[in-house]
Structure formats: structure tokens, C-alpha cells
């Protein structure tokens, strides 16, 4: 996204990193970006190259986001189709590359377990 300063999203919410919100684009691309730099009704000001991208992949949006603990089982949400296998795989792997300098709020727990590669 370089020199453009002010980057619109389709939504915002509080993500499990202190300090960043998690963005989501109009192609359902996901961003971390310094929350002070969001002002608000889907205007991101991007002016420091803040904005950092995540995935292509919508569905890894809601393992970011701030929630202490997911109520049911890893085995349980993949039944329900909430998330495919590969979903967890590179919600995994993230953590392990772009993630990895982050710390997080709290660690993603699946009813109480921390997530394992299906």
C-alpha cells in the first residue's frame, strides 16, 4: 500500500496485540495496524507504514482478535465448519513468521487448550 496515507477497511476490531487493531479490506485481506493510526469509520492513516498484512485469508480474523478464550474445542469449531484444517495450519505458521515479534495478549486457547495442527 506505500505512499497511499489513508487506506479504507471494511471492518476494525481490537486485536490480541497490545497497541494494534486488526483490519479487514475490501478483498477480506487481513492487516494488523497501530491502533492510534485508526480514526475511525474504516479510515486507517497509514502516513507511517504501520500497517502490516497478515493474510489473505478472512478466516484467520477472528483467531487475532482479542478474545481471552474460544468456548469450544478446536475438534468442536473445525466440526461446525467456523474454521477448515488449513485455517489452523496458518494461523500456526503465522505465529511462528510475521507474529512471532509480537506478543500477544493472551495465548488463543480452544475450551481451555492451546491449539495443536489438526
Not at 51 to 63: G, H, T, V
Not at 67 to 93: H, K, M, V, Y
Request: charged residues 20%; neutral net charge.
Amino acid at each position: 500500500m506505500g505512499g497511499n496515507y489513508v487506506v479504507i477497511f471494511k471492518g476494525c476490531r481490537y486485536s490480541n496485540y497490545p497497541g494494534r487493531c486488526l483490519l479487514l479490506d475490501r478483498h477480506r485481506w487481513v492487516y494488523l495496524g497501530k491502533s492510534q493510526n485508526y480514526v475511525g469509520a474504516g479510515l486507517y492513516y497509514n502516513f507511517d507504514n504501520s500497517m502490516l498484512f497478515i493474510s489473505d485469508n478472512a478466516r484467520i480474523y477472528p483467531l487475532l482478535s482479542y478474545c481471552p478464550q474460544w468456548p469450544l474445542s478446536q475438534a468442536e469449531l473445525l466440526r461446525q465448519g467456523f474454521f477448515q484444517e488449513t485455517d489452523l495450519i496458518e494461523f500456526l505458521q503465522l505465529q511462528k513468521t510475521v507474529l512471532s515479534k509480537l506478543h500477544p495478549i493472551y495465548d488463543v486457547k480452544f475450551d481451555g487448550e492451546l491449539p495443536m495442527s489438526p
